[in-house]
C-alpha cells in the first residue's frame, strides 16, 4: 500500500511528467494508474509483494515533486487466470525475514469467471509445527466464507512438509487464511496459483 504527497507538472493526459505505477515487478503487469499534477493519488495496493514505478520528466516546468511511504499489508482480493500462474508469499519480507508474530491474514482469489477454479501449488512452506496445528497455521477453504464445512482437505497446514502437490478449488472461489501465534517464528510459505476450467463447465461446452 503506497500514500504521499503529489506535485509535479499537469496535463490531461500526463504526457510530460507523469508517474507511472504496476502491479508486479516491471511494466510489465497490470498498470495501477498513471499520476501528473497535485492532485494526490488515492492510497494504491498491490495484489501482491511486488509494484513497479516508473516517473518521467521533461526540461521545460520543474515541481516540487513527490513523497511515496508505503507499508505492507497481508491478504486481499486476487484474480485466478487459466494459464497465468501467479505467485502468492506469506509475508512482504519473504526470504529476507521470517513472518511476523501475532497474523491473521486472507487472501481471497476468484477465477475469472464463473467457470474458472482456483489451483494452488505449494512450493515452499515452512511453519511453527504442532499436532493440531493450533499455533501457526495455513487453511484454505471452498468459498469466500470461512466456514469449516468448506475447508479443503479437511485440515490445516503446518510444520515444515508440504501440502500435498496441487489443490483445488471447487468452485470459482478459493480462501486462504495464514495465522500465527505469538512465539515462534518461521520462513513462512510461497505457492503458485492458477485458473482452471470446472470440470462441471467442460461437460456442459462438450455437450453443445
Given amino acids: 500500500r503506497v500514500h504521499g504527497d503529489f506535485d509535479v507538472e499537469e496535463h490531461p493526459d500526463c504526457a510530460y511528467y507523469s508517474l507511472?505505477?504496476?502491479?508486479?515487478?516491471s511494466d510489465k503487469g497490470a498498470q495501477i494508474g498513471k499520476y501528473c499534477?497535485?492532485?494526490k493519488p488515492q492510497n494504491i495496493e498491490s495484489s501482491s509483494n511486488?509494484?513497479?514505478?516508473?516517473?518521467?520528466?521533461?526540461?521545460?516546468?520543474?515541481?516540487?515533486g513527490f513523497r511515496i511511504t508505503y507499508t505492507s499489508v497481508c491478504g486481499g482480493t486476487l484474480i485466478a487466470r487459466v494459464g497465468e500462474p501467479r505467485t502468492l508469499v506469506s509475508h512482504s519480507l519473504y526470504g529476507d525475514n521470517n513472518y511476523d508474530a501475532d497474523t491473521y491474514c486472507v487472501w481471497t482469489?476468484?477465477?475469472?469467471?464463473?467457470?474458472?477454479?482456483?489451483?494452488?501449488?505449494?512450493l515452499e512452506f515452512e511453519l511453527e509445527w504442532d499436532g493440531d496445528c493450533n499455533y501457526d497455521y495455513v487453511s484454505l477453504y471452498n468459498d469466500a466464507f470461512?466456514?469449516?464445512?468448506?475447508?479443503?482437505?479437511?485440515?490445516r497446514f503446518?510444520?515444515?512438509?508440504?501440502?500435498?502437490?496441487?489443490?483445488?478449488?471447487t468452485d470459482s472461489t478459493m480462501s486462504i487464511v495464514f495465522k500465527t501465534d505469538d512465539t515462534i517464528?518461521?520462513?513462512?510459505f510461497k505457492l503458485i496459483f492458477e485458473g482452471y476450467?470446472?470440470?462441471?463447465?467442460?461437460?456442459?461446452?462438450?455437450?453443445k
Fill in 37 to 39: 499534477g497535485s492532485k
Fill in 158 to 169: 503446518c510444520g515444515e512438509e508440504l501440502p500435498q502437490q496441487t489443490l483445488n478449488s
Fill in 146 to 155: 470461512i466456514s469449516d464445512n468448506e475447508l479443503i482437505g479437511n485440515r
Fill in 197 to 207: 476450467r470446472l470440470p462441471d463447465f467442460d461437460d456442459e461446452t462438450e455437450t
Fill in 109 to 122: 482469489i476468484t477465477g475469472e469467471d464463473i467457470s474458472v477454479g482456483v489451483n494452488i501449488t505449494c
Fill in 20 to 25: 507511472s505505477i504496476y502491479d508486479g515487478v
Fill in 185 to 188: 517464528n518461521k520462513k513462512g
Fill in 50 to 64: 511486488r509494484m513497479f514505478m516508473h516517473f518521467i520528466s521533461d526540461s521545460s516546468v520543474s515541481k516540487r
